[in-house]
């Protein structure tokens, strides 16, 4: 016996044999019903009635001569009601009108002629099976690309909430930690360096009250040459943790003072190309821009080894910033960052893109490993952000 693609599978194909000659229909059933789980009926009354009640129906069969109805309106009622199903024409004679209907209508698989042979008929429903099985991977494939589609919309629509989430929870630690720094800044120079310039008098004072003794008078100048140090340092600190130059002089000579700052603290030279920036109105903006160099600044310092600093300002077309600030030293492997996660690596250069896309504006880091790397900010002076 033939054995049909589907047969690996634990249940036999459902088939609907719609006739109401007796005989053919024994036959049909005698013939095939190890194959196929068949359902045999008189009428399209009886099709119909079994059909509602039955699920997974794969195929139907029908004489074309019916009580009542024909098997072609038989045919396209199911049609309408399960497209998917196989539906093949049984008939005594070829009518052309009937054969159009049919085709047209009941949208058949097949025509079989009266008197069917058992081998033909048991290729035609072999090939059938076959269609039918196809068409039902094909629709189940069809809904999980569906449900994976929407899944992956949801997945989508998930992830660009979070960002927008996370974004702003950068943004707003960004702002605490600026604020939390100025507030530190205050206190050292309120308290601290006042704390500390009331010493430097008490020590002249003292100075005054021990003039004749010189070890004593040494050892106080000494003492006021630490306090200036520590004042000095403490101003450093302060300016370096909320700069109130930028307010107090404004950012293009912020910007001048923090390179040569850097360059003595460093030890390194350093290239300085201004343009002025004058155009970054917001207070906001400015202290991002400031920010930025700084961070880079202090990354040179502390990881690039290098022996000279170039920055340079420039104002391209279309009132677009850039500031380049190139080091000649150790330079890194970017690409080994890109995939890690934020925890693995410094915070300073996930906050400098921060920074930068709240400008408006992008920086972009380029590093060789021996010959330096090179960080390029660009934003937007006309962005409405500053
Ligand atoms: N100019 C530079 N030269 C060499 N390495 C650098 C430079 N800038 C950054 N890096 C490397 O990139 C890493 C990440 O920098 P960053 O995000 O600022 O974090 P952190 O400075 O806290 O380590 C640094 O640890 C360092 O290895
Ligand atoms: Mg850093």
Sequence with gaps: MDTFPYQWQLDKL???FVENERKSSELFVSCFDEEFLIIPVATAEDALEVFDKESDIAMILTDQNLPGMSGVDLLSRIYSQAPEVI??????????SDTIDAINKGHIYQFILKPWDVVQMRMILGQAAQTWVLTKENTMLHDQVVEQNRLLLETNQQCQVSEKNLRHLSTSLLNAREDEQKRIAMELH?????????????????????????????WLDRLRADINE??????????????????DLGLDAALENMV????????????????????????????????LVQESLTNICKHAKATHIELIITIKEKDIA??????????????SRAGELLKDKGIGMT???HRADML???VEIKSTIGRGTTVILTFPLNSGLL
Excluded at 87 to 96: E, G, L, Q
Excluded at 262 to 272: L, R
């Design 87 to 96: 539906r093949i024409i049984i008939t005594a004679y070829i009518d052309i």
């Design 230 to 247: 520590i004042i000095e340092n403490t101003r450093r600190i302060s300016r370096n943790l909320s700069p109130v130059i930028i307010e």
């Design 360 to 362: 408006g504006g992008s």
């Design 260 to 291: 040569q700052g850097f360059s003595k603290a460093c030890g390194i030279t350093c290239t300085f190309k201004p343009r002025s920036l004058r155009a970054i109105r917001s207070i906001d903006g400015q202290r991002l821009v400031y920010r």
């Design 351 to 353: 906050a400098m893109e």
């Design 14 to 16: 459902k088939v609907l």
């Design 190 to 218: 309120d308290e601290l360096g006042q704390s500390l310039a009331a010493l430097k008098l008490q020590i002249m004072v003292m100075k005054n009250e021990f003039q004749e003794s010189e070890d004593v008078s040494i």
């Design 322 to 335: 850039e500031i380049t600030i190139a080091d000649n030293g150790k330079g890194f492997d970017i690409n």
